[in-house]
């Protein structure tokens, strides 16, 4: 059979491991993709009026559709692509009146939302690959409801009446076929950015990452590592095959298995001496692993520290780490001279301005503090985050149900107004790494950071671009060649290809 994935944003490792396995049985997998430049997805630049002239429009996915044929279309849909994906998924309904599969994030957050969309015929809740290829393999034999009901993560109507099937058994992922980087390979220049997961799941319970309602889910079984052997061949295979000259590692928490880990980066400084940056929780990390990440091509790690309230974070966020967590890691890296980026949250439940101000005071003696990225807080629907600041007042019925609609969720570009408050603090956040420190210190004692939101946006991007032009971030010079990339693609009309 023929199966299209159409997806909107950045590349998306779950649909290379379903591809995988369905090539592997013998189907063909598609892909239509809209990078969503300059779009609420571009979490570098959004700017609407570029964004309407780089979008791709509905009747160009469906002219694409057409020449692909497919049997199949699915999407997998984060909370801030539902709309997209609803609104693309009804056109292409009516069009083409194809099977439609709905799978990802946020499906599994609230499945009979998704389902009961007129257009929407299957949802895939959790892992997808299994229960995807099951999916196929029956509509291949014929659509019967019987078929249907064996296929377990699998949701369904049957006469107007939602069907959901038990959860399955999280895969063994040693078992599954390396990602399909092929399918984004139109999209993607894969040697300026190689992305791998090392492992899924995630213990924590931060209330307000979706990792913790998975866990939950899947009763912990989630929560597990490839072989070293498999990770190392993978990445053997992209380094002779691309030639990439950055590997990321995206776990949530590359670290989480520290016997793995100190068995793991040996080899790779042996066998594959690739420069690498990773995502790490600050409580499991300390001097002799910054040690061996230094030596084994690490050049950047990545933190999520939130805000430094710990209060607030032991009550409000479930993050177990202090301030004194923080603060001694950093000098650690400091010492160790090992880079770090920093992700702050703003418009929690109980903050207060003084409580970024203190964060910003913590951090800013950082001799190797590469940027901070400052997010807004994302309602994703039932999260315990959700429901505590619907609790305190925070958020009303209407806000509830807009959060269920995905309408809430991006972290980056709100949809919904957002507190002047949380505007001023994220731009701070944002600037304060380039600026020198009397600099710093006048704006937060005068509290001149309360006029930014005046600031041009493009004047913050720009700060931010000097500032990693200055510290020679590996990552600004990518953002650059990744927008030459996709600008030159979409003006040369590669979109129509097949």
């Known amino acids: 059979m023929k199966i299209l994935f159409i997806h909107l944003g950045k590349e998306q490792l779950g649909i290379e491991y379903i591809s995988s396995l369905l090539k592997q049985a013998g189907h063909s997998v598609y892909l239509i993709n809209d990078p969503g430049l300059f779009s609420r997805e571009d979490n570098v630049f959004y700017i609407p009026i570029l964004e309407k002239v780089f979008a791709y429009r509905k009747e160009e996915i469906l002219q694409r559709a057409r020449k692909i044929n497919p049997d199949v279309i699915a999407f997998s849909v984060y909370s801030t692509t539902y709309q997209w994906s609803k609104a693309i998924a009804a056109y292409l309904k009516k069009e083409l009146n194809l099977p439609i599969v709905f799978g990802g994030p946020h499906v599994t957050l609230v499945p009979e939302e998704v389902l009961k969309n007129t257009f929407v015929d299957f949802i895939i ?13 029956a509509l291949e034999k014929g659509d019967t409801f019987s078929r249907f009901k064996k296929i377990n993560s699998l949701g369904f109507k049957e006469n107007s009446k939602l069907i959901i099937n038990p959860m399955d058994e999280p895969v063994d992922l040693d078992v599954l076929p390396f990602p399909d980087k092929e399918l984004f390979r139109e999209y993607i220049n894969y040697k300026y950015d190689y992305l791998i997961m090392t492992g899924r799941g995630c213990p924590g319970r931060c209330t307000y990452c979706c990792e913790g309602f998975y866990s939950a889910l899947y009763k ?11 990770v190392i061949e993978e990445l053997k295979m992209a380094k002779e095959k691309y030639n990439c000259e950055e590997v990321i590692f995206y776990d949530t928490d590359f670290l989480r298995d520290k016997s793995w880990v100190y068995d793991f980066l040996p080899l790779y400084k042996d066998q594959i001496n690739i420069p690498f940056k990773c995502l790490a929780h600050i409580r499991n990390i300390d001097r002799d692993t910054v040690n061996l990440l230094k030596k084994c091509g690490c ?15 032991s009550q409000v966020l479930y993050r177990p780490e202090t301030e004194f967590d923080v603060l001694n890691i950093l000098r650690i890296c400091d010492e160790v001279r090992l880079r770090y980026d920093l992700d702050t949250i703003v418009g929690l439940p109980n903050e207060k301005e003084e409580d970024h101000l203190f964060t910003i005071e913590c951090i800013k003696n950082g001799k190797l503090l590469n940027r901070v990225k400052c997010f807004y807080l994302a309602y994703f629907p039932n999260l315990p985050i959700v429901e505590e600041a619907y609790k305190k007042g925070y958020l009303d019925d209407k806000d509830l149900q807009d959060i269920k609609e995905g309408k809430r969720a991006n972290f980056i570009y709100p949809s919904h107004k957002v507190d002047k408050k949380d505007e001023n603090l994220r731009r701070f956040y ?12 006048l704006i937060s004692k005068y509290k001149l950071y309360r006029f930014f939101y005046r600031l041009p946006l493009f004047l913050i991007i720009m700060v931010e671009l000097l500032n990693g032009i200055k510290k020679r971030d590996y990552r600004f010079t990518l953002y650059i060649k990744n927008y030459i990339y996709q600008i030159r693609r979409r003006l040369s009309g590669k979109f129509e290809e097949i």
């Not at 944002?430 to 210190?441: G, H, S």
């Open 430 to 441: 944002r600037v304060f790494p380039f600026l020198p420190k009397f600099i710093i210190n």
């Open 299 to 313: 050049y950047c790690l990545n933190f999520g520290i939130q805000i430094i309230n710990n209060q607030i974070k």
């Open 125 to 137: 809740i959790g892992e997808g690959e299994y229960p995807m290829l099951n999916l196929v393999e």
């Open 220 to 230: 912990g079984k989630n929560v597990r590592k490839r072989s070293i052997s498999n």
